[in-house]
């Protein structure tokens, strides 16, 4: 099942205004307040969380069409008294590292860590999407709308979706797995996501444990 909800104007602009000033992007500080919301719900120090890559670094893919996504793993080391901004830059560190070998099959990892194969690299997933439609509704001769489409089929425990469209507004999407999470608890945990988001925008400097 799916579980939507969209953030203020002011929240949308403090997230990218915070990312801008520690180097960050918004995908960035999403996925380290992310990482910190399930180091708060499972009490976990180790947090490892898949995202996908367009892994088209190449210059001869930019204008194929087809499908190049790669999984990658970023891995965060968190505690209580770790402060939001060096996860953070620990955060960005991951990501810039993991892009850098984006080209490497996921496969290829898997086969590294045989014990992976039955338990998984990951059970949770983060995608950000920067979306802007509005060229394809300028094609000449055609025309072009959105599919609202979505799996009923969880292909992971959890996945956070952020969509972030030209106006650098974000849509936040929570799929889960409905035999392991009541709706009722989705609900609940998208809305301690927001309150960490709005803390970390307030407050970089605090540490995670005295994140409400």
């Known amino acids: 099942a799916r579980y939507s909800l969209k953030l203020d104007a002011a929240l949308c602009d403090a997230v ?9 992007t918004a995908f960035m500080l999403l996925l380290a307040t992310f990482q910190t919301l399930l180091h708060r719900y499972t009490g976990q120090c180790d947090i490892r969380i898949g995202v996908p890559s367009a892994n088209r670094g190449r210059q001869e893919t930019h204008g194929l069409i087809g499908f190049f996504i ?40 898997l086969e590294a860590f045989p014990q992976a194969r039955e ?12 979306r802007d439609l509005s060229a394809l509704r300028r094609l000449p001769g055609l025309l072009a709308d959105e ?58 400097e605090k540490a995670l444990g005295d994140l409400q």
């Not at 008294?81 to 560190?93: D, E, H, I, K, V």
């Not at 089929?153 to 469209?165: G, I, N, R, V």
């Open 16 to 24: 990218r205004s915070t990312a801008q000033a520690h180097d960050s």
């Open 70 to 109: 790669n999984t990658l793993v970023l891995r965060a080391e968190l505690h209580g008294r770790l402060p939001f901004t060096q996860l953070l830059a620990q955060t960005r560190q991951a990501t810039l590292d993991a892009q850098g070998h984006q080209d490497v099959p996921f496969e290829q990892v």
């Open 119 to 130: 338990h998984g690299l990951f059970q949770v997933m983060f995608n950000h999407q920067q």
């Open 147 to 204: 599919l609202d489409w979505h799996s009923r089929e969880a292909k992971f425990d959890l996945q956070l979706h952020s969509e972030e469209d030209h106006q650098g507004r974000l849509k936040l999407s929570f799929d889960y797995a409905d035999e392991l999470f009541e709706a009722a608890t989705i609900e609940r945990l998208a809305e301690h996501f927001v309150s960490l988001l709005r803390q970390v925008c307030e407050d970089s």
